[in-house]
């Protein structure tokens, strides 16, 4: 059995925001593996869909929790299923990266990810994968001189905004890439370290 975290913040008014990348590729490997709809698990605080692909059981996971508390709905159904942190794939944005692409990583520090960091504290270990899906960084006035410092936008407010139309497509042309990936982490066929365009 695999566990499949994306994370993001529940509400209808996050939905479509950055920070919720995660949610969003879950969506997009639900319907292409065609696992039964999300439903609620209010046990694991979390949105859960499970399926079969190639005779290895998957559980798709969205927690309920809020990003900062994402460790909580990950320890538990660690517990409750009797799984280790290498049955665990954590999909998630990333300022880091460029739009368009992403990276797998395993036994990698959080790099600022609130989400992530509150996984590795309640697991105690950061020996998982996770698959980082680019979101960017806001532009600062250094690196575009139209821009006055007062107006830049904040990191916090930058990941809780609604995607811009090509920036969405960018993010959803990475979706593409994840049944793949997913399978040869799942085979461990994948290096602890690779990125993906």
Known sequence: ???IIGLGNPGKQYLQTRHNAGFRALDFLCEHFKFENFHQESRFHAEMSIGTV??????????NTFMNQSGKTVHLLMQYYKLTP?????????LD????????????????????????????TQDF???RLGIGRPLTSSQSPNIAPSTCQSTHDYVLEKF?????????????SLPGLIAKISSGQLGTSQRIS
Do not use: W
């Open 86 to 94: 290498n049955d665990i794939i954590v999909l998630h944005d990333d």
């Open 54 to 63: 190639h005779g290895e059981k998957y559980l798709l996971i969205k927690p």
């Open 1 to 3: 059995m695999k566990l």
């Open 97 to 124: 990266i460029a739009p368009g692409l992403t990276k797998t990583t395993a036994s990698s520090r959080a790099a600022g990810h609130n989400g992530v960091q509150n996984i590795i504290d309640q697991l105690g």
């Open 129 to 131: 994968f996770r698959i």
């Open 164 to 176: 811009p139309a090509a920036e969405r497509i960018l993010l959803e042309s990475l979706f593409s």
